[in-house]
Protein backbone atom coordinates (compact mmCIF):
# COMPACT_ATOMS: atom_id res chain seq x y z
CA UNK A 1 0.00 0.00 0.00
CA UNK A 2 1.25 3.19 -1.01
CA UNK A 3 0.53 5.59 1.97
CA UNK A 4 1.75 2.28 4.23
CA UNK A 5 5.05 3.13 2.37
CA UNK A 6 5.35 6.95 2.96
CA UNK A 7 3.99 6.43 6.71
CA UNK A 8 6.89 4.09 7.41
CA UNK A 9 9.47 6.55 5.84
CA UNK A 10 7.94 9.28 8.07
CA UNK A 11 8.73 6.81 11.26
CA UNK A 12 12.08 6.35 9.95
CA UNK A 13 12.88 10.49 9.25
CA UNK A 14 11.17 11.26 12.70
CA UNK A 15 13.55 9.07 14.25
CA UNK A 16 16.68 10.31 12.50
CA UNK A 17 16.05 13.93 13.69
CA UNK A 18 14.87 12.69 17.23
CA UNK A 19 18.33 11.99 16.80
CA UNK A 20 19.90 15.41 15.57
CA UNK A 21 20.73 18.70 18.21
CA UNK A 22 18.06 20.55 17.66
CA UNK A 23 18.45 24.01 15.28
CA UNK A 24 21.33 22.60 13.99
CA UNK A 25 22.11 22.56 10.78
CA UNK A 26 21.50 18.61 9.93
CA UNK A 27 18.51 19.19 12.42
CA UNK A 28 17.36 22.11 9.95
CA UNK A 29 17.90 19.90 7.05
CA UNK A 30 16.24 16.89 8.77
CA UNK A 31 13.30 19.03 9.58
CA UNK A 32 12.40 20.20 6.32
CA UNK A 33 13.15 15.97 4.92
CA UNK A 34 10.60 15.31 7.68
CA UNK A 35 7.85 18.21 6.78
CA UNK A 36 8.10 17.35 2.51
CA UNK A 37 7.33 13.71 3.60
CA UNK A 38 4.22 14.77 5.44
CA UNK A 39 3.01 17.08 2.66
CA UNK A 40 3.56 13.90 0.37
CA UNK A 41 1.22 11.96 2.77
CA UNK A 42 -1.51 15.00 3.00
CA UNK A 43 -1.24 14.89 -0.82
CA UNK A 44 -1.66 10.97 -1.50
CA UNK A 45 -4.46 11.20 1.37
CA UNK A 46 -6.55 14.16 -0.33
CA UNK A 47 -6.26 12.15 -3.54
CA UNK A 48 -7.99 8.83 -1.79
CA UNK A 49 -11.10 10.56 -0.10
CA UNK A 50 -11.86 13.00 -3.60
CA UNK A 51 -11.42 9.27 -5.97
CA UNK A 52 -13.53 7.48 -3.28
CA UNK A 53 -16.19 10.44 -2.55
CA UNK A 54 -16.32 11.30 -6.45
CA UNK A 55 -17.26 7.31 -7.02
CA UNK A 56 -19.87 7.31 -3.96
CA UNK A 57 -21.56 10.68 -5.50
CA UNK A 58 -21.55 9.72 -8.39
CA UNK A 59 -24.22 6.56 -7.85
CA UNK A 60 -25.64 7.34 -4.85
CA UNK A 61 -27.26 9.63 -2.39
CA UNK A 62 -25.80 9.75 1.23
CA UNK A 63 -27.25 10.15 4.61
CA UNK A 64 -24.34 10.74 7.40
CA UNK A 65 -24.33 11.33 11.07
CA UNK A 66 -23.71 14.53 11.48
CA UNK A 67 -20.50 14.27 14.42
CA UNK A 68 -18.85 16.73 16.29
CA UNK A 69 -15.26 15.41 15.37
CA UNK A 70 -13.70 18.62 17.16
CA UNK A 71 -15.51 17.20 20.27
CA UNK A 72 -14.59 13.06 19.54
CA UNK A 73 -10.77 13.91 19.92
CA UNK A 74 -10.35 15.90 22.52
CA UNK A 75 -7.85 14.93 25.01
CA UNK A 76 -8.70 13.26 27.89
CA UNK A 77 -6.61 12.81 31.01
CA UNK A 78 -5.88 10.32 33.25
CA UNK A 79 -7.42 6.14 32.88
CA UNK A 80 -7.70 5.62 29.58
CA UNK A 81 -5.62 8.93 28.22
CA UNK A 82 -3.63 6.75 26.28
CA UNK A 83 -6.29 4.51 24.38
CA UNK A 84 -8.16 7.82 24.12
CA UNK A 85 -5.04 9.13 22.33
CA UNK A 86 -4.93 6.31 20.18
CA UNK A 87 -8.39 6.64 18.68
CA UNK A 88 -8.12 10.99 18.57
CA UNK A 89 -5.20 10.14 15.92
CA UNK A 90 -6.91 7.81 13.69
CA UNK A 91 -10.28 10.39 13.31
CA UNK A 92 -7.31 13.05 12.32
CA UNK A 93 -5.85 10.77 10.32
CA UNK A 94 -8.78 9.53 8.72
CA UNK A 95 -9.83 13.09 7.79
CA UNK A 96 -13.48 12.68 8.58
CA UNK A 97 -14.43 16.24 8.47
CA UNK A 98 -12.99 16.63 4.65
CA UNK A 99 -14.11 13.53 3.63
CA UNK A 100 -17.98 14.68 4.74
CA UNK A 101 -16.94 18.22 3.24
CA UNK A 102 -16.61 16.01 -0.44
CA UNK A 103 -19.12 14.46 -0.28
CA UNK A 104 -21.89 17.15 0.32
CA UNK A 105 -20.71 19.09 -2.48
CA UNK A 106 -20.12 16.53 -4.85
CA UNK A 107 -23.56 15.29 -4.42
CA UNK A 108 -24.63 19.02 -5.22
CA UNK A 109 -22.51 18.37 -7.99
CA UNK A 110 -24.02 15.33 -9.30
CA UNK A 111 -27.64 16.20 -8.12
CA UNK A 112 -27.51 13.20 -5.31
CA UNK A 113 -29.22 13.57 -2.25
CA UNK A 114 -26.90 14.61 1.02
CA UNK A 115 -28.37 14.62 4.62
CA UNK A 116 -26.65 14.94 7.82
CA UNK A 117 -28.72 13.01 10.88
CA UNK A 118 -28.79 13.63 14.22
CA UNK A 119 -26.77 10.89 15.78
CA UNK A 120 -28.49 11.17 19.73
CA UNK A 121 -28.95 7.52 20.89
CA UNK A 122 -28.82 5.98 17.54
CA UNK A 123 -26.22 3.56 19.03
CA UNK A 124 -29.12 2.71 21.62
CA UNK A 125 -32.41 2.48 18.97
CA UNK A 126 -33.00 -1.23 18.10
CA UNK A 127 -33.01 -0.90 14.03
CA UNK A 128 -35.66 -4.09 13.87
CA UNK A 129 -38.58 -2.75 16.58
CA UNK A 130 -37.26 0.91 17.14
CA UNK A 131 -37.10 0.21 20.69
CA UNK A 132 -35.12 2.87 22.74
CA UNK A 133 -32.75 1.82 25.82
CA UNK A 134 -29.00 2.20 26.98
CA UNK A 135 -28.52 -1.46 27.54
CA UNK A 136 -29.43 -2.63 24.03
CA UNK A 137 -25.81 -1.81 23.38
CA UNK A 138 -23.18 -3.82 24.90
CA UNK A 139 -19.86 -2.93 23.75
CA UNK A 140 -19.70 -3.92 20.27
CA UNK A 141 -22.77 -6.05 19.91
CA UNK A 142 -26.25 -4.84 19.96
CA UNK A 143 -28.92 -7.14 21.63
CA UNK A 144 -32.46 -5.29 21.46
CA UNK A 145 -33.75 -6.29 24.96
CA UNK A 146 -37.50 -5.99 22.96
CA UNK A 147 -37.52 -7.94 20.74
CA UNK A 148 -34.18 -9.88 20.76
CA UNK A 149 -33.14 -8.31 17.23
CA UNK A 150 -29.01 -8.85 17.27
CA UNK A 151 -26.08 -7.40 15.13
CA UNK A 152 -22.73 -5.13 15.07
CA UNK A 153 -23.66 -2.34 17.02
CA UNK A 154 -22.10 0.15 14.35
CA UNK A 155 -24.07 -1.58 11.64
CA UNK A 156 -27.03 -1.53 13.71
CA UNK A 157 -26.69 2.09 14.30
CA UNK A 158 -25.80 2.65 10.64
CA UNK A 159 -29.02 1.58 10.16
CA UNK A 160 -31.09 3.41 11.92
CA UNK A 161 -29.36 6.35 11.09
CA UNK A 162 -30.24 5.68 7.36
CA UNK A 163 -33.86 4.84 8.37
CA UNK A 164 -33.97 8.39 9.56
CA UNK A 165 -32.55 10.13 6.57
CA UNK A 166 -35.14 8.01 4.44
CA UNK A 167 -38.03 9.18 6.96
CA UNK A 168 -37.22 12.74 6.42
CA UNK A 169 -37.01 12.01 2.28
CA UNK A 170 -40.12 10.17 2.57
CA UNK A 171 -42.37 12.95 4.65
CA UNK A 172 -40.65 15.97 2.74
CA UNK A 173 -41.11 14.36 -0.72
CA UNK A 174 -44.86 13.25 -0.05
CA UNK A 175 -45.68 16.81 1.04
CA UNK A 176 -44.17 18.49 -2.07
CA UNK A 177 -46.24 15.48 -4.45
CA UNK A 178 -49.54 16.61 -2.14
CA UNK A 179 -49.49 20.35 -3.30
CA UNK A 180 -51.25 21.20 -5.57
CA UNK A 181 -50.07 25.16 -5.12
CA UNK A 182 -46.36 24.15 -6.13
CA UNK A 183 -46.98 22.62 -9.70
CA UNK A 184 -45.75 19.07 -8.21
CA UNK A 185 -47.41 15.72 -9.51
CA UNK A 186 -47.90 12.38 -7.56
CA UNK A 187 -46.08 10.67 -9.68
CA UNK A 188 -43.00 12.00 -7.97
CA UNK A 189 -43.98 10.68 -4.60
CA UNK A 190 -45.06 7.31 -5.85
CA UNK A 191 -41.58 7.01 -7.13
CA UNK A 192 -39.83 8.10 -4.68
CA UNK A 193 -41.78 5.95 -1.92
CA UNK A 194 -40.79 2.82 -4.47
CA UNK A 195 -37.47 4.08 -3.93
CA UNK A 196 -37.68 4.46 -0.39
CA UNK A 197 -39.14 0.72 -0.11
CA UNK A 198 -36.56 -1.15 -2.33
CA UNK A 199 -33.65 0.65 -0.52
CA UNK A 200 -34.99 -0.40 3.05
CA UNK A 201 -35.33 -3.97 1.84
CA UNK A 202 -31.65 -3.93 -0.51
CA UNK A 203 -30.24 -2.91 2.69
CA UNK A 204 -31.77 -5.33 4.62
CA UNK A 205 -33.95 -3.14 6.90
CA UNK A 206 -37.29 -3.37 7.82
CA UNK A 207 -39.40 -0.34 8.16
CA UNK A 208 -40.58 1.15 11.56
Known sequence: HVLEKWLKKLAWEQRKLARKK????????????VAKVMQKIARIRHDFLH??????????????????VKNMSRRVHGKGAKTKTSLNRKIIDS????????????CRQYGQIFLKIDPRRSSQTCSACGFVHSKNRKG???????????DDA????AKVILQRGLAILKSSTA?????????????GGTAFG???ESSLVEAGIPRL
Open 95 to 106: AWSTFIRMLEYK
Open 51 to 68: KVSTIIAKRHGVVVEDLK
Open 140 to 150: KIFCCLHCGYT
Open 154 to 157: DINA
Open 194 to 196: QVY
Open 22 to 33: KFSKRWKRQTKR
Open 175 to 187: GLAGSDARGEGTG
